[in-house]
C-alpha cells in the first residue's frame, strides 16, 4: 500500500513534467513579483537602515525565498476536491482501496517536488542574479529551513484539503477558495512580514497557522531567527501540522455520511 501511495507522487511528478514548459513562465511571473516587492521596499527604506526588524538585505532575502517557497507549497487541492465532489467523480474515488484525503496529499507532494526542482531552485538562481540576496552561511539555517519548507506545504495542503472537503456542505465553494486564498497569502506574510503589522493585529497572527506557512520559514533563511530559535518555531509548525489533522479528519468523516452526488 505505502508503493501505491508513492506512486501516486511519482505519477504527479511525471504529469507536471509534460507541462513543464507552461512554468517558465511562471519563473519571470515569481521574478517580476519579486522585482516589484524589492523597488517598494528600497523606496520605503531610504537611508534606514532597519524597518520592522529586517534590515534592507534582509528584506530583499525575505521576499525573494518567501516567493519562491511558494512555489513550492502552493497546490489547488482545494479545487481538486471541490471538483471531485460537483462532478461524482468523488463516489468512484471513494470506493476505492486507498484513502482519498492522502492520495490527494500525495498528489501535491508530487507536484511540489515539480516545483521544487523546476521551479523554485532556478527561479531562486535567477533573482539572485538580479537582487542582492544574501544566503545563509550557517548550515543549521538551511537544515532548518530545508524541513520548515516541508512542513509548510503540509500546513498549506491541509489548508486546502479542509477547504476542498467544505464542498460537501456547501456545494459550490467557489467563494470560499478564494477567501482562503488571500487570507494565507496575507497572514502568512508573503504580501508583508507580520513584524510589520499593527501590535494588535501581529498578537492575533500568532495565534493563526499562517505564519507557520511563509513567515517562520523566511525569518529562518535570513538568519532573524537562529540558533536554538529555529528548532523553536518548527516546533510551532509541527504543532499546528497536529492541530490541523483534528478537523481535517472530522470533516472527512463527516462528509461521507452526508454524500449525495450532483452529478454523473
Not at 500525495?106 to 544566503?135: C, H, N, S, V, Y
Not at 488571500?182 to 503589522?197: A, C, E, H, N, W
Request: glycine share 10%; proline share 4%.
Amino acid at each position: 500500500m505505502l508503493s501505491a501511495y508513492g506512486d501516486f507522487i511519482r505519477i504527479r511528478f511525471l504529469t507536471m513534467l509534460a507541462y513543464r514548459v507552461n512554468y517558465y513562465s511562471g519563473i519571470l511571473i515569481y521574478t517580476l513579483n519579486i522585482g516589484v516587492y524589492y523597488f517598494t521596499y528600497m523606496a520605503i527604506y531610504g537611508e534606514g537602515e532597519s524597518i520592522g526588524g529586517f534590515t534592507s538585505m534582509q528584506m530583499t532575502t525575505y521576499v525573494a525565498v518567501s516567493w519562491m517557497a511558494r512555489a513550492f507549497y502552493f497546490n489547488n487541492l482545494d479545487r481538486e476536491i471541490s471538483t471531485d465532489i460537483r462532478d461524482g467523480s468523488i463516489a468512484v474515488q471513494i470506493i476505492r482501496p486507498y484513502n482519498y484525503v492522502l492520495v490527494k496529499m500525495m498528489q501535491g507532494l508530487g507536484e511540489g517536488m515539480f516545483r521544487f526542482l523546476l521551479f523554485m531552485i532556478p527561479g531562486m538562481a535567477i533573482a539572485m542574479l538580479l537582487f542582492p540576496i544574501q544566503l545563509p552561511s550557517d548550515p543549521a539555517a538551511w537544515v532548518g529551513f530545508l524541513v520548515m519548507l516541508f512542513f509548510s506545504f503540509l500546513i498549506n495542503s491541509q489548508l486546502n484539503v479542509i477547504t476542498g472537503l467544505a464542498a460537501f456542505f456547501v456545494e459550490n465553494n467557489e467563494g470560499m477558495m478564494r477567501l482562503k486564498r488571500v487570507v494565507v497569502d496575507l497572514f502568512s506574510g508573503l504580501i508583508l512580514p507580520i513584524s510589520f503589522f499593527p501590535g494588535w493585529l501581529a498578537a492575533i497572527s500568532e495565534w493563526l497557522p499562517f505564519q507557520a506557512i511563509t513567515y517562520l520559514p523566511g525569518s529562518v533563511f535570513t538568519g532573524r531567527i537562529q540558533g536554538v530559535g529555529i528548532w523553536n518555531v518548527l516546533g510551532i509548525q509541527i504543532v499546528w501540522f497536529a492541530v490541523l489533522l483534528v478537523p481535517m479528519v472530522v470533516i472527512w468523516r463527516m462528509a461521507r455520511r452526508r454524500l449525495f452526488i450532483q452529478g454523473g
